[in-house]
């Protein structure tokens, strides 16, 4: 296990711990003693992963602070026009393009098609990411116990192709997405539906740092009534952090489900609003 996915796994700890506790505001040394650190290199750790403090970190996944952002960007059309956000060191998601495979491509399960994919630590956990000439068709995070199975989807949607285990190939693509200071394009090769692709592209529009939810995604793309279908459809987004459906919260400020993991959601959103302040 790299440095980088046992950092992470600290902070997830604590993220836990501080969302539990956080109305009892428990000081440094209390976070501290749950991920069994010393109380100055637990606030080294969080703060180099984090950008900020654990106290401030948590502040802007509070409630009141969810609540706010919702409100600040109306509209989605708002959220784009927004997008003066930047985090630094993550990728702008101006530069992400969503491609739908053929019809052909769907019905055949990617017959033809040459498919990369590798294991790689990120800020965020390990995550499985795989790659087509045409652009990344998958990004997932993992774990110890769901390594095995986030493979097994993702060969279950491509299980025509021909499927390559290529670490250094990948690696670069990792590299880009979650270590690049400069941002380039980055294409998504993604197998969905007519609705399900709007529904992703409609999730490029909320820039860092902002949340929207999901009454506003369906009304974005002209079904308001499909709310519930908006949601399968984000549930079942394949690229993780490029297509940002971790950005859609309730409409009552609270973050609600990840495919996953909560804990990840709510370390993204507050990576992100840390960076946007």
Not at 85 to 112: H, M, Q, W
Not at 170 to 192: C, M, N, W, Y
Request: aromatic share 10%; hydrophobic share 40%; glycine share 8%.
């Amino acid at each position: 296990m790299s440095d980088r996915t046992i950092d992470y796994e600290r902070v997830a700890k604590a993220i836990d711990f501080l969302e539990t506790h956080f109305k009892s505001q428990p000081d440094l040394d209390e976070v501290a003693r749950q991920v069994h650190l010393s109380p100055h290199h637990f606030q080294r750790i969080f703060t180099e992963w984090a950008g900020v403090s654990p106290k401030k970190f948590m502040q802007y996944l509070s409630i009141e602070h969810l609540r706010s952002r919702i409100f600040d960007l109306p509209n989605l059309q708002d959220a784009a026009d927004a997008v003066g956000y930047s985090a630094p060191s993550r990728v702008y998601d101006l530069f992400v393009s969503i491609e739908g495979v053929t019809p052909n491509e769907f019905k055949t399960a990617g017959r033809g098609l040459e498919i990369r994919y590798g294991f790689h630590p990120t800020p965020f956990g390990e995550c499985l990411i795989a790659l087509t000439s045409k652009g990344i068709c998958a990004l997932s995070f993992v774990d110890e116990n769901s390594r095995q199975t986030e493979l097994d989807r993702f060969m279950g949607k491509w299980q025509s192709a021909n499927l390559v285990f290529d670490a250094a190939k990948t690696a670069s693509a990792v590299r880009q997405i979650f270590d690049s200071k400069e941002p380039r394009k980055i294409h998504l090769l993604v197998q969905g539906t007519n609705f399900q692709l709007k529904v992703w592209e409609a999730l490029l529009t909320i820039p860092p740092g902002a949340v929207t939810t999901y009454q506003k995604i369906a009304g974005h793309i002209h079904h308001p009534g499909a709310v519930r279908a908006v949601g399968t459809a984000i549930g079942q987004n394949p690229v993780a952090f490029l297509i940002p459906c971790h950005r859609v919260i309730r409409k009552e400020g609270q973050v609600g489900g990840y495919y996953w993991g909560s804990t990840r959601k709510k370390a993204l959103l507050g990576c992100e609003m840390a960076s946007t302040n």
